[in-house]
Every structure is written in C-alpha cells, then in structure tokens.
C-alpha cells in the first residue's frame, strides 16, 4: 500500500490542535465528498485517505501511536484503517448523514439495532474452489428480540428522545450556517429507552443458529464473495437481509494458483536437460505429455493453453503451466562418477585449468584491486 502522511492529506501542521484538525476535515471531506465528484476515482482515493487520517488524528491514543511509530505502530497495536463503509461511518458520524444534501436530512425514524446483511468467512480448499462443491454452512444470525419488538427497552416502552424532542436530530449554528446532525442521544430513532429489556439486555436482538447447504461455483478464488439470498439477519418487521460469504481458498501442496492459471513446478532431471523428452504430468483434471526441448533451461515455463481453472463468471478458462525445476543426483556412485568423467573429458575440458573465457576476466578483476 502507498504511503502518506495524515498531516499532509488534512494539510495541517503536525502541531495543530483538534479544532484546526476538525476544521480540515470539514473542508477536505467535503471536497472530496463522492457524491460531488460522481466517478472520479481520484477523489473517491482522496475521500478515502482524507477519512483515514481524521480517523487518526481526532482520536488521542491514536494520534500518539501514529505520532510516535508510524502507520505501521497503530496495525501492530491492532488499529486498521478499514473499507470504504468504515470510511463512510466517519463521515456520517462526523456530518451526521444530514448535511446539505448527502443523505437529505431527513428524520432516520425507527432505526434498527443492526444491519440485516451478515458477512462470514467461508473457507474452501484449492479443489473445492476449483471444482466447485456443495458446503455446509452453519451461521448465527440476528432476529429482532420478541420481548421488546426490537427496541431493546422493556416491554418495548420508550419515551421521546429529549435530546432531540423525538425529531432524530440535531441543530447547530456555525457562522451564518446551520448544520444538521444525527442525535448522539438516540442515533436518529427519535425514541429513548428508560428501562432496558431484561430478555436481551436492550440490545434489542438475540441470535439464532441455522445450517444449510450452498451451492458454490465452480472457479471461486480468494477475495470472492458469494451473495446467499434471505439468509441474514431478520429485522423486527420480519424482512430478513443477505449473507454474503467471504471465499478464503487454502493452499494446494502442489498447485500454485494466480486468479485462473495453475503453474505446476516440474522436476526434471539434469541428464534430460541434455538429452530432452517427454514426460507426464498430472493437470487439474488428466496427464498431460510435457516434450522437454534439449538444453532447457531451469525456471522455463510452458504453457498448455486453457487448462487452467473455469473463469467464476464466464466459460473461459485459464492456462495451465509447467514450470521446470532442474534437479541433480545428491551423491554419485562409483560408476557413475566414472561415466561423467569420460562424458566430461570427451568435450575437450580439462578441469584443472580455469576455462579459458574467463581469463580475460580475471586479468580485469586482478586490476580493480591494483
Ligand atoms: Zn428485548
Ligand atoms: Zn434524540
């Protein structure tokens, strides 16, 4: 990943206090804000960046880490600079999603306690993720607690935020503007529990198990995510959102996979090497007759056209490739080394002399160090 300094993305001094920081961020997110600059990937990266470093630097114990120890200081005490809706919660929280036109002010009403959407990890092995399978998934999903409808207050009873008298916002003025906010008080549902559910210790949501069987295509790589319908969590008015599965692929002993091409590293012994041949090899799905040329080289690769793994999202396959790793004996036995010799000598060598291409070279190296 690229680097770059907070303090320059935000443009202040490495001095500046929170209000100059808050200010800038103010002034740069809403530069960059996507929604002004429709597909401009530059500044959505600026968005981005500009949203990390307020991140950082509105956040003491960050700032000290990152201050003291760099970006690398704040991942190893466990502090990610997160995905672009981690990204959008800083903007959000910070503008409170009711700023002149981003999000339209308007009241959230009654907002759920959590997202309907799920995420979990799926992990497959190299031939699953090739072939495809059928996996059993087990999840734990969020339903609405029944006890409170969701609200997370006892009996479902709340009273009107007295924050925001019941609005889901929150004013304030700064120079000639007005700015809304999400109220911090209730986040933007308006509503305040006085006593908490005692089924769910008002968090409004239990979780329920479910297993079942998913189909997954063939191809599939690391980075992936498969999208299962109506399995996420279910919302109080029973609306049940996605699962979106996370394809994490294990690594095959043998196979080395890049996106669909499969590289296969082949042991040829260094006899062959002179005298070349055919040798089987085992692909994905058969052998396959590898002709080694005479004089190949170690690291060559050849490449057996659309042998390779199934595109995920078409028919089109990858290649499949070969890629030579020349070998040598550990030890000679006698008779061997008898052979070699003779095989040596034939071509004229002598091997007690240093071969004559180089004694050019050496009369060179002796005069670097005259
Ligand atoms: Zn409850
Ligand atoms: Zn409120």
Known sequence: MEEFDYYEILQVERSADGDTIKKAYR??????????NPDDKDSEEMFKKVNEAYQVLSDNEKRQIYDRYGKRGLESSGFSSGGMEDIF????????????????????????????DLAQELELSFHEAVFGCKKEIEISYKVACKDCRGSGAKEGKTTTCKACGGSGRETFSQGFMTFAQTCSKCQGSGEEISEKCPSCQGKGYAYEKEKFEVNIPEGV?????????KRGNIAEDGTRGDLYLEVDVKEDEHFIRHHNDVYLEVPVFFTLVMLGGVIKIPSLTKELDLKIPVGV????????????????????????????????????DENQQKLLEELHNSFGYESSKPISAFEGLMDKIKKWFK
Do not use: C, T, W
């Open 89 to 116: 919660d800083v903007f959000n929280s910070f503008f409170g999603g009711g700023f002149g036109g981003f999000g339209g002010g308007r009241k959230q009403g009654k907002q759920s306690k959590y997202a309907k």
């Open 297 to 332: 080289k170690d690291k060559q690769q050849f490449v057996f056209h659309g042998e390779g793994i199934k595109s995920v999202n078409g028919s089109k396959r990858g290649n499949f490739i070969a890629v030579i790793k020349i070998i040598y004996p550990e030890k000679l």
């Open 221 to 229: 790589d690391s980075g992936n995510q498969i999208r299962i319908s």
């Open 27 to 36: 002034k740069m997110a809403l530069k960059y804000h996507p929604d002004r």
